[in-house]
């Protein structure tokens, strides 16, 4: 058999000695570990939020809208707004022109 089994049956002191250098070598990994765990609960978050700022994580229903049918509805909204400044012009010029003969000019 090998390793620290083997060695027990030697010295009590060395015994001791390898059982407390087991001890505290578990106990830096332990202290290790949870430095990493609390450095990386609070690096998760900060990682994924600039990700998510950067637009790498987006939802594709509203890419779409922003993308594709807010700049053709505002379009669309432009040019009936010009169709009507048309309609509203005729018509004033048609009032103008319909005013200009009922009423004689002095």
Known sequence: ??????????????????VLSIEAETARKIAARAFAQNYLSDLVPSVFGALSENGYF????AKDVEGNFVP????????????????????????RAVCDKRIPQA
């Open 58 to 61: 987006y939802d594709p229903v």
């Open 72 to 95: 053709w509805l505002l379009s669309r909204v432009k040019e009936n707004m010009g169709h009507v400044l048309l309609s509203r012009v005729m018509v004033d010029e048609l009032i």
């Open 1 to 18: 058999s090998s390793g620290i089994n083997a060695e027990w049956p030697l010295r009590p002191g060395a015994q001791q000695r390898e």
